[in-house]
């Protein structure tokens, strides 16, 4: 965990984008890779290449999940009925750690994984403290009442960096929410462009 709240910013330029679309991000000042060859040109990538790059993006953005969690997901995505694509991604969003970092009861994914982790975070009246739980279409999340004074919540939620969206009900002043509904790819607030179409050929091959 720590390593990976340590580097976050190292996966914007190494990834060669802002990934996050912060404003804090090195990628804004430095817009190439890290280290002495970040800077050279670089030949056109395959297409393995790009898929494999469209995988690391998404995979990166939902906290940096490790490749087996990552790949699970996948495969119960292609189970589901419907565009695997868009399964992917309602999985993804469906995440407890998504959905507290959308409703922003934290700034950065990572930090929403670790309110979870440290037990601030009620799904349906139970504490749930699993960051990969899968939150159903109705249910309620809140943040424990003990937990409701912390500063780093009251910090995040004033921050006008990004908006709730609409598949979020929020009731900020309780800080509590409801999941409407799984999204659709098309309703994700990504500040990057995303290819879950990509992923699903990066997998499939």
Known sequence: MTKRLNSKHKIDRRLKVNLWGRPKSPFNTRAYGPGQHGQTKTSK????GIQLNAKQKLKAYYGNINERQFRNIYKKAAMLRGDTSEN???LLERRLDAIIYRAKFATTIFSARQLINHGHVKVNNKKVNISSY??????TIEIRDKS????IIDIALANKERETPEYIQMDEKNKKLKFVRIPKFDEVPYPIVMEPNLVVEYYSR
């Open 88 to 90: 992917l991604i309602g």
């Open 45 to 48: 990538p395959s297409n393995y």
């Open 134 to 139: 899968l939150v159903r279409e109705e249910d």
């Open 148 to 151: 409701k004074q912390l500063a």
